[in-house]
Protein backbone atom coordinates (compact mmCIF):
# COMPACT_ATOMS: atom_id res chain seq x y z
CA UNK A 1 0.00 0.00 0.00
CA UNK A 2 1.42 3.44 -0.74
CA UNK A 3 2.42 5.45 2.09
CA UNK A 4 0.71 9.00 2.46
CA UNK A 5 3.52 11.30 1.47
CA UNK A 6 4.18 15.00 1.13
CA UNK A 7 7.18 16.60 -0.18
CA UNK A 8 9.09 19.47 1.13
CA UNK A 9 11.40 22.04 -1.29
CA UNK A 10 13.64 24.45 1.14
CA UNK A 11 15.55 26.63 -0.47
CA UNK A 12 18.69 27.54 0.98
CA UNK A 13 19.03 31.07 -0.96
CA UNK A 14 15.81 32.75 -0.24
CA UNK A 15 16.15 35.85 1.86
CA UNK A 16 19.63 35.87 1.03
CA UNK A 17 19.68 38.19 -2.39
CA UNK A 18 21.82 41.35 -3.05
CA UNK A 19 19.37 43.30 -1.80
CA UNK A 20 20.27 42.67 1.81
CA UNK A 21 22.85 45.14 0.33
CA UNK A 22 21.22 47.68 -1.71
CA UNK A 23 18.19 47.68 0.19
CA UNK A 24 17.18 47.46 4.24
CA UNK A 25 15.85 43.22 3.44
CA UNK A 26 16.02 41.13 6.40
CA UNK A 27 18.12 38.40 5.93
CA UNK A 28 16.14 35.09 6.37
CA UNK A 29 18.80 32.79 8.61
CA UNK A 30 18.83 28.96 7.51
CA UNK A 31 18.44 28.12 11.42
CA UNK A 32 15.07 29.19 10.96
CA UNK A 33 14.51 27.05 8.12
CA UNK A 34 15.91 24.18 10.31
CA UNK A 35 12.80 25.70 12.57
CA UNK A 36 10.65 25.50 10.40
CA UNK A 37 10.58 21.99 8.86
CA UNK A 38 11.18 20.30 12.33
CA UNK A 39 7.71 21.90 13.21
CA UNK A 40 6.46 20.78 9.46
CA UNK A 41 7.56 17.11 10.33
CA UNK A 42 6.07 16.87 14.00
CA UNK A 43 2.83 18.50 12.68
CA UNK A 44 2.43 15.70 9.63
CA UNK A 45 3.59 12.86 11.78
CA UNK A 46 0.88 13.59 14.51
CA UNK A 47 -1.48 13.61 11.42
CA UNK A 48 -0.79 10.60 9.88
CA UNK A 49 1.33 11.74 7.37
CA UNK A 50 3.61 8.76 6.65
CA UNK A 51 6.23 10.02 4.53
CA UNK A 52 8.22 13.31 3.58
CA UNK A 53 10.03 13.56 0.27
CA UNK A 54 12.83 16.35 0.44
CA UNK A 55 15.15 18.23 -1.80
CA UNK A 56 18.85 17.94 -1.11
CA UNK A 57 20.56 21.43 -1.20
CA UNK A 58 23.43 22.98 0.18
CA UNK A 59 23.20 24.16 3.86
CA UNK A 60 21.84 20.52 4.81
CA UNK A 61 18.23 21.79 6.37
CA UNK A 62 16.53 18.96 6.43
CA UNK A 63 19.31 16.38 7.75
CA UNK A 64 19.72 19.44 10.66
CA UNK A 65 15.80 19.14 11.26
CA UNK A 66 15.83 15.35 11.50
CA UNK A 67 18.75 15.62 14.02
CA UNK A 68 17.52 18.12 16.31
CA UNK A 69 13.79 15.86 16.52
CA UNK A 70 15.45 12.46 16.10
CA UNK A 71 13.89 11.37 19.74
CA UNK A 72 10.36 12.34 18.77
CA UNK A 73 11.18 11.75 14.90
CA UNK A 74 8.22 8.95 13.86
CA UNK A 75 7.44 10.02 10.12
CA UNK A 76 10.04 8.27 7.77
CA UNK A 77 12.50 11.48 6.00
CA UNK A 78 14.05 10.50 2.30
CA UNK A 79 16.33 12.48 0.78
CA UNK A 80 16.26 12.47 -3.21
CA UNK A 81 19.28 11.25 -4.25
CA UNK A 82 19.89 13.90 -7.25
CA UNK A 83 22.79 15.73 -8.05
CA UNK A 84 23.05 19.11 -6.22
CA UNK A 85 24.29 22.64 -8.30
CA UNK A 86 23.46 24.92 -5.56
CA UNK A 87 21.29 26.84 -7.54
CA UNK A 88 17.15 26.92 -9.21
CA UNK A 89 18.40 24.07 -11.36
CA UNK A 90 18.15 21.99 -7.81
CA UNK A 91 14.71 23.12 -7.41
CA UNK A 92 13.41 22.57 -10.92
CA UNK A 93 14.43 18.70 -10.26
CA UNK A 94 13.21 18.27 -7.47
CA UNK A 95 9.94 18.88 -7.92
CA UNK A 96 10.28 17.49 -11.10
CA UNK A 97 11.50 14.32 -9.59
CA UNK A 98 8.68 14.38 -6.72
CA UNK A 99 5.63 15.29 -8.31
CA UNK A 100 4.06 11.67 -9.43
CA UNK A 101 5.21 10.37 -5.59
CA UNK A 102 4.17 13.09 -3.43
CA UNK A 103 0.05 14.23 -2.55
CA UNK A 104 1.49 17.98 -1.86
CA UNK A 105 4.88 20.07 -2.20
CA UNK A 106 5.69 21.85 0.51
CA UNK A 107 7.70 25.16 -0.87
CA UNK A 108 9.69 27.39 1.75
CA UNK A 109 10.84 30.29 -0.34
CA UNK A 110 9.84 33.72 -1.98
CA UNK A 111 8.10 34.07 -5.06
CA UNK A 112 11.73 32.88 -7.11
CA UNK A 113 11.78 29.51 -5.35
CA UNK A 114 7.28 29.22 -5.70
CA UNK A 115 7.98 30.16 -9.96
CA UNK A 116 10.15 27.30 -10.54
CA UNK A 117 8.25 24.61 -8.88
CA UNK A 118 5.06 25.60 -10.30
CA UNK A 119 7.00 25.32 -13.78
CA UNK A 120 6.60 21.60 -13.34
CA UNK A 121 4.30 20.82 -10.36
CA UNK A 122 1.32 20.58 -12.75
CA UNK A 123 -2.05 19.73 -10.69
CA UNK A 124 -0.12 18.66 -7.52
CA UNK A 125 -1.28 21.30 -4.38
CA UNK A 126 1.48 23.12 -3.05
CA UNK A 127 1.68 25.06 0.14
CA UNK A 128 3.70 28.48 -0.21
CA UNK A 129 5.68 29.56 2.57
CA UNK A 130 7.40 32.61 2.98
CA UNK A 131 10.98 32.92 3.47
CA UNK A 132 12.29 34.88 0.41
CA UNK A 133 12.56 38.69 -0.58
CA UNK A 134 9.62 39.61 -2.50
CA UNK A 135 7.01 37.67 -0.74
CA UNK A 136 3.46 38.09 -2.79
CA UNK A 137 2.87 34.80 -3.72
CA UNK A 138 3.45 32.76 -0.89
CA UNK A 139 2.12 32.90 2.81
CA UNK A 140 3.29 34.07 6.19
CA UNK A 141 2.35 31.38 7.52
CA UNK A 142 3.19 29.72 11.36
CA UNK A 143 4.47 25.78 10.17
CA UNK A 144 2.44 24.26 12.30
CA UNK A 145 -0.67 25.64 11.04
CA UNK A 146 0.91 25.10 7.23
CA UNK A 147 1.22 21.61 8.29
CA UNK A 148 -2.29 20.74 9.54
CA UNK A 149 -3.72 21.84 6.06
CA UNK A 150 -0.94 19.54 4.32
CA UNK A 151 -1.75 16.95 6.22
CA UNK A 152 -5.21 17.27 5.62
CA UNK A 153 -5.22 17.12 2.15
CA UNK A 154 -2.50 14.80 2.05
CA UNK A 155 -5.10 12.39 3.90
CA UNK A 156 -7.64 12.61 2.33
CA UNK A 157 -10.24 13.99 4.65
CA UNK A 158 -10.18 17.93 2.53
CA UNK A 159 -10.09 16.76 -1.52
CA UNK A 160 -7.71 19.07 -3.47
CA UNK A 161 -10.65 20.81 -5.10
CA UNK A 162 -12.45 21.47 -1.92
CA UNK A 163 -9.57 22.58 -0.15
CA UNK A 164 -7.18 24.60 -3.13
CA UNK A 165 -7.62 27.42 -6.22
CA UNK A 166 -6.13 27.64 -9.19
CA UNK A 167 -3.37 30.33 -9.01
CA UNK A 168 -2.62 32.96 -12.07
CA UNK A 169 0.59 33.26 -13.75
CA UNK A 170 1.86 35.85 -16.55
CA UNK A 171 2.67 33.44 -19.89
CA UNK A 172 5.66 35.56 -22.07
CA UNK A 173 5.94 34.18 -25.85
CA UNK A 174 8.48 34.44 -27.80
CA UNK A 175 7.04 34.39 -31.53
CA UNK A 176 4.29 32.70 -30.64
CA UNK A 177 5.83 30.18 -28.67
CA UNK A 178 5.90 30.20 -24.83
CA UNK A 179 9.20 31.36 -22.97
CA UNK A 180 9.05 31.21 -19.82
CA UNK A 181 6.16 31.94 -16.61
CA UNK A 182 5.74 34.13 -13.80
CA UNK A 183 3.25 34.21 -11.24
CA UNK A 184 3.26 37.88 -9.74
CA UNK A 185 5.01 39.66 -12.63
CA UNK A 186 6.61 40.26 -15.79
CA UNK A 187 8.77 42.81 -16.44
CA UNK A 188 10.77 44.55 -19.75
CA UNK A 189 13.59 46.02 -18.42
CA UNK A 190 16.81 48.40 -20.23
CA UNK A 191 19.34 46.16 -18.23
CA UNK A 192 22.01 44.86 -20.75
CA UNK A 193 22.89 41.96 -18.40
CA UNK A 194 21.20 39.16 -15.84
CA UNK A 195 24.20 40.08 -12.87
CA UNK A 196 22.74 39.82 -9.74
CA UNK A 197 19.65 39.42 -10.58
CA UNK A 198 17.32 41.39 -8.79
CA UNK A 199 15.82 44.68 -10.24
CA UNK A 200 15.71 47.73 -7.78
CA UNK A 201 15.81 50.81 -10.41
CA UNK A 202 13.34 52.17 -11.50
CA UNK A 203 14.85 54.39 -14.15
CA UNK A 204 15.33 50.49 -15.70
CA UNK A 205 11.67 49.87 -15.95
CA UNK A 206 9.96 49.90 -19.44
CA UNK A 207 6.81 47.40 -19.48
CA UNK A 208 5.30 45.84 -16.35
CA UNK A 209 2.44 42.88 -16.53
CA UNK A 210 1.02 41.35 -13.47
CA UNK A 211 -1.14 38.65 -12.00
CA UNK A 212 -2.12 40.71 -9.03
CA UNK A 213 -0.90 43.96 -7.42
CA UNK A 214 -1.40 45.81 -4.17
CA UNK A 215 -0.07 49.06 -2.64
CA UNK A 216 0.69 46.61 0.10
CA UNK A 217 2.78 44.13 -1.65
CA UNK A 218 6.90 44.62 -2.22
CA UNK A 219 8.36 44.92 -4.95
CA UNK A 220 7.27 45.55 -8.73
CA UNK A 221 3.65 44.45 -8.81
CA UNK A 222 3.27 47.67 -5.35
CA UNK A 223 4.07 49.81 -8.39
CA UNK A 224 0.16 49.31 -10.76
CA UNK A 225 -0.96 48.06 -6.61
CA UNK A 226 -0.74 51.83 -5.95
CA UNK A 227 -3.30 52.29 -8.80
CA UNK A 228 -6.01 49.60 -8.94
CA UNK A 229 -6.15 46.58 -6.61
CA UNK A 230 -5.99 42.58 -8.45
CA UNK A 231 -6.10 40.20 -5.59
CA UNK A 232 -5.50 36.24 -6.74
CA UNK A 233 -8.93 35.25 -6.64
CA UNK A 234 -9.79 38.28 -9.18
CA UNK A 235 -9.95 37.25 -13.13
CA UNK A 236 -7.88 40.31 -14.02
CA UNK A 237 -4.17 41.40 -14.27
CA UNK A 238 -2.64 44.67 -15.19
CA UNK A 239 -0.10 46.70 -17.81
CA UNK A 240 1.40 49.63 -16.97
CA UNK A 241 4.12 51.20 -19.48
CA UNK A 242 6.89 53.28 -17.57
CA UNK A 243 7.38 56.89 -18.89
CA UNK A 244 6.27 60.72 -18.56
CA UNK A 245 3.14 60.83 -16.73
CA UNK A 246 1.69 60.45 -13.71
CA UNK A 247 4.07 60.02 -10.70
CA UNK A 248 3.47 57.18 -7.69
CA UNK A 249 5.85 56.62 -4.65
CA UNK A 250 6.02 52.57 -4.20
CA UNK A 251 7.91 50.16 -2.36
CA UNK A 252 9.94 48.68 -4.58
CA UNK A 253 11.89 46.73 -2.41
CA UNK A 254 12.47 46.25 1.23
CA UNK A 255 12.94 50.08 3.13
CA UNK A 256 13.17 51.44 -0.67
CA UNK A 257 10.66 53.67 -1.19
CA UNK A 258 11.33 54.85 -5.32
CA UNK A 259 9.37 57.26 -7.68
CA UNK A 260 7.75 55.78 -11.15
CA UNK A 261 6.14 57.70 -13.41
CA UNK A 262 3.54 55.81 -15.44
CA UNK A 263 2.93 56.89 -19.20
CA UNK A 264 0.00 54.67 -19.76
CA UNK A 265 -2.26 51.87 -17.84
CA UNK A 266 -4.72 49.03 -18.73
CA UNK A 267 -6.81 46.44 -16.54
CA UNK A 268 -6.61 43.15 -18.43
CA UNK A 269 -8.89 40.19 -18.75
CA UNK A 270 -7.63 36.52 -18.14
CA UNK A 271 -6.03 35.84 -21.49
CA UNK A 272 -6.28 39.10 -23.20
CA UNK A 273 -2.74 39.45 -25.23
CA UNK A 274 -0.55 42.24 -24.70
CA UNK A 275 2.40 43.03 -27.64
CA UNK A 276 5.35 44.64 -25.85
CA UNK A 277 7.25 47.65 -27.15
CA UNK A 278 10.14 47.00 -25.33
CA UNK A 279 12.24 44.90 -27.75
CA UNK A 280 14.83 43.52 -27.48
CA UNK A 281 14.42 43.37 -24.07
CA UNK A 282 15.89 42.03 -20.69
CA UNK A 283 13.14 40.44 -18.61
CA UNK A 284 12.73 39.95 -15.61
CA UNK A 285 10.47 37.71 -13.96
CA UNK A 286 9.11 37.81 -10.39
CA UNK A 287 11.47 40.26 -9.21
CA UNK A 288 14.64 38.75 -10.52
CA UNK A 289 16.58 39.42 -14.32
CA UNK A 290 15.83 35.72 -15.75
CA UNK A 291 15.53 35.64 -19.84
CA UNK A 292 16.66 38.07 -22.62
CA UNK A 293 14.18 38.11 -25.93
CA UNK A 294 14.84 39.77 -29.64
CA UNK A 295 11.66 38.90 -31.15
CA UNK A 296 8.20 39.58 -31.15
CA UNK A 297 6.70 39.16 -27.49
CA UNK A 298 3.53 38.64 -26.12
CA UNK A 299 2.55 38.76 -22.77
CA UNK A 300 -0.85 37.23 -21.02
CA UNK A 301 -2.62 36.76 -17.72
CA UNK A 302 -3.97 33.38 -17.24
CA UNK A 303 -5.07 31.15 -14.79
CA UNK A 304 -2.74 28.14 -15.40
CA UNK A 305 -0.67 28.87 -12.64
CA UNK A 306 -0.35 26.19 -9.78
CA UNK A 307 -2.83 24.55 -7.48
CA UNK A 308 -2.22 26.32 -3.93
CA UNK A 309 -3.66 25.32 -0.89
CA UNK A 310 -6.06 27.80 0.61
CA UNK A 311 -5.43 26.97 4.30
CA UNK A 312 -7.59 28.75 6.00
CA UNK A 313 -10.71 27.24 3.90
CA UNK A 314 -9.13 23.30 4.12
CA UNK A 315 -8.79 23.89 7.76
CA UNK A 316 -12.51 24.74 8.07
CA UNK A 317 -13.38 21.43 6.37
CA UNK A 318 -10.82 19.66 8.27
CA UNK A 319 -12.18 20.47 11.43
CA UNK A 320 -15.81 20.38 10.71
CA UNK A 321 -14.87 16.48 9.60
CA UNK A 322 -13.68 16.03 12.72
CA UNK A 323 -10.24 15.77 11.82
CA UNK A 324 -8.81 17.25 14.76
CA UNK A 325 -10.76 15.20 17.45
CA UNK A 326 -9.21 12.06 19.71
Known amino acids: MKKTTVGIIANPESGRDIRRLVAHASVFDNMEKVNIVERLLLTLQDLGVE ?34 FGNWEDTFEAAKLMKDKVSVIIVIGGDGTNRIVAKVCEDIPIMPISTGTNNVFPYMIEATIAGEAVAAIAMGIVKPEEGTYKAKRVEIFEDGNLKDIALIDVVATMHSFIGSRAVWKPEYLKEIVVSRCSPSNIGLSSIPGILKEITERDDLGMYIEVGEGRKVKAPIAPGVLREVSIKSYKTLK ?25 GEVIVKVTRNGPRVIDYQKTLKIAAERGFFED
Open 51 to 84: KVLAMPETFGIIPAATHAIEDHLKIEVEVIPMRV
Open 270 to 294: LGEEVEIKTTPALFALDGEREVEIE
